[in-house]
């Protein structure tokens, strides 16, 4: 089994000696992707969220006119003591955590539930949740947040709690393993309207053609580094960057070495398509 590793905001400020294109040079943004490289992330984009503590948060993707309109990413650093008692202030959202530092304590109603890295759960529109990181180092999640499309006569899905480590990667077929996804829910469960994976390429793996489709597409490299073929470019990509795709974006990769490269991929899924008035 390939180790797991999961990268992480390196928060802070560079020195005044570093080139301002060393680390944020990949950083760009246009009317089909954005690129937003690890290095940009850092304490000065840092915003504050109401009832939490002793917590970072970088916003990754929002909802934009124009562009990715059907959620939102952020990456949280919790600190030693941190977290919310009341986490989430829209009724209507869904959402999925990915732990990838430390441990957080997830309260669900009454059940608590210890999540490490490769930590991951899905909590439907109004669950009562809260978070706090109880040891004494500070702790990374994602927050992938998304109003729910519910339809009528079709029951809102259960809340869960896994761990990467508990799914066995799906290959893709006629790869031979070199390209596999892991998938927490069902893909053809139509209760789920996002679907939140991890997409893993051994070295030397490529997507062969230049996927186009309706999804809109957030990918955090947690592992490695590759090369993805966005629209009309050719971009070198690393853990702990982010791409983010409206529909319809063209995408393609080739995997780097000498480990796997490894990301976390959100998309809309299984909900017709909303039409103008």
Same mark, same amino acid.
């Given at each position: 089994m390939?180790?797991?590793t999961?990268?992480t905001?390196?928060?802070?400020?560079?020195?005044?000696?570093d !080139?301002?294109?060393a680390?944020?040079?990949?950083?760009v943004?246009?009317d089909? $992707?954005a690129?937003? =490289?690890? +290095? /940009?992330?850092?304490?000065?984009v840092?915003?504050?969220?109401?009832?939490?503590?002793n917590t970072?948060?970088?916003?990754?993707s929002?909802?934009?006119?124009?562009?990715?309109?059907?959620?939102?990413?952020?990456?949280?650093e919790?600190?030693a003591?941190?977290g919310s008692?009341?986490?989430?202030?829209?009724p209507?959202?869904?959402a999925v955590?990915?732990?990838?530092k430390?441990?957080l304590? !997830?309260?669900i109603?009454?059940?608590?539930h210890?999540?490490?890295?490769?930590? $991951?759960?899905?909590l =439907?529109? +109004? /669950?009562d949740?809260?978070?706090?990181?109880?040891?004494?180092?500070?702790a990374?999640?994602?927050?992938?947040?998304?109003?729910y499309?519910?339809?009528?006569?079709?029951d809102?899905?259960?809340?869960f709690v896994?761990?990467?480590?508990?799914?066995?990667?799906?290959?893709?077929?006629?790869?031979e393993?070199?390209?596999?996804?892991t998938?927490?829910v069902?893909?053809l469960d139509?209760?789920?309207?996002?679907?939140?994976?991890?997409?893993?390429?051994?070295?030397?793996a490529?997507?062969?053609?230049?996927e186009?489709?309706?999804m809109?597409?957030?990918?955090?490299?947690?592992?490695g580094?590759g090369v993805?073929?966005?629209?009309?470019?050719?971009?070198?990509?690393?853990?702990?960057?982010?791409?983010?795709?409206?529909?319809f974006?063209?995408?393609?990769?080739?995997?780097?070495?000498?480990e796997?490269?490894?990301y976390?991929?959100?998309?809309?899924?299984?909900?017709?398509m909303?039409?103008?008035l």
């Open positions: 390939t180790t797991r999961y990268a905001p390196p928060g802070g400020l560079p020195p005044q000696s !080139l301002m294109t680390s944020t040079g990949k950083a943004f246009t089909a $992707y690129v937003i =490289p690890r +290095g /940009t992330m850092t304490d000065i840092l915003i504050a969220l109401p009832y939490w503590g970072k948060v970088w916003v990754i929002r909802p934009m006119t124009g562009f990715s309109e059907s959620f939102s990413h952020y990456v949280m919790v600190g003591g941190g008692g009341q986490p989430e202030v829209n209507e959202a869904e955590l990915f732990v990838t430390g441990e304590w !997830l309260k109603g009454e059940d608590i210890r999540m490490g890295p490769g930590g $991951y759960a899905y =439907p529109p +109004g /669950t949740w809260s978070i706090e990181n109880q040891g004494d180092m500070p990374f999640f994602h927050w992938i947040r998304k109003r499309d519910k339809v009528e006569g079709i809102v899905p259960e809340v896994t761990n990467e480590r508990d799914h066995a990667p799906h290959p893709m077929p006629g790869t393993g070199k390209w596999s996804t998938r927490f069902d893909p139509v209760r789920h309207d996002m679907h939140v994976t991890i997409v893993t390429f051994e070295p030397g490529v997507i062969p053609f230049m186009t489709h309706v809109e597409h957030g990918l955090f490299i947690l592992q580094k993805y073929r966005l629209n009309q470019d050719w971009v070198e990509v690393e853990a702990g960057d982010y791409i983010w795709l409206r529909a974006c063209p995408q393609a990769c080739y995997a780097g070495g000498p796997p490269f490894r976390l991929l959100y998309k809309d899924v299984n909900r017709h909303p039409l103008g």
